[in-house]
């Protein structure tokens, strides 16, 4: 098994661009979540899903879009990149029935200029 | 809303010494407590977790206390080692679903050989 897959790793936008970080897990895991992480400020939640066809908003939401096509795959949008978007990006996932058991992705680091 | 505290930032201790770090929550009321490993440039490995129901939880080096009444958990590490050198995030699921976290803001642990 792969576990959980992000790509790219690291990425450098200008304000305004768009892009999508790909997130892709093969443990047929239902869960899958977004977090960013700031310095300091330990992971904040941006979007979260429960299945394919299913997502909602975590604590951090504004900015970015989610969509769950499949099991496997959890791409998250930044619509129009700003500098307060600069972070590292987590993707992590887990099964229904063990939801405390999180794998998480080795990350994406993003810059915004 | 629930916030999770961790002191201090930074740690360094010499080899051999043990470890202690500290995690607060304001919210008591946790289905279960989370520490994770982080190392640099790299994704969030679980360490333990520690069910509401449990006081403490071990595994070889580590042990993590709960005290849900006053709402802290404590990581000691026993005779650390260069290895354990990373950051330390601890983490507590909202009430209804386990998969989405509320992070504290990490201890950043260096041991000097």
């Known amino acids: 098994n792969a576990g959980v897959t992000q790509t790219p790793k690291f990425q450098v936008l200008k304000t305004g661009q768009s892009m999508t970080l790909q997130c892709a897990q093969d443990m047929n895991h239902e869960y899958m979540s977004w977090y960013r992480q700031d310095p300091g400020m330990g992971l904040r939640l941006i979007h979260y899903?429960?299945?394919?066809?299913?997502?909602d908003q975590g604590e951090v939401p504004n900015g970015y879009n989610v969509s769950r096509s499949t099991t496997e795959d959890f791409p998250l949008r930044l619509l129009s990149a700003a500098p307060s978007q600069t972070s590292v990006y987590f993707c992590a996932s887990s099964p229904k029935d063990a939801t405390y058991e999180q794998y998480f992705g080795p990350g994406t680091r993003l810059t915004v200029t | 809303k629930q916030e999770v505290t961790q002191i201090p930032a930074a740690l360094s201790v010499p080899e051999g010494e043990n470890l202690v770090l500290n995690c607060s929550f304001t919210?008591?009321?946790?289905?279960?407590l989370q520490w994770f490993r982080q190392d640099p440039g790299k994704g969030l490995t679980s360490l333990l977790l520690i069910q509401s129901s449990q006081r403490e939880q071990t595994s070889g080096r580590l042990n993590a206390s709960l005290d849900k009444s006053s709402g802290r958990s404590t990581l000691y590490i026993a005779a650390s080692q260069p290895g354990d050198s990373a950051t330390y995030l601890c983490a507590v699921p909202l009430r209804a679903a386990g998969n989405k976290l509320t992070f504290g803001g990490g201890t950043r642990v260096l041991v000097k050989p």
């Open positions: 919210d008591s009321a946790i289905y279960n």
């Open positions: 899903s429960v299945g394919a066809g299913i997502t």
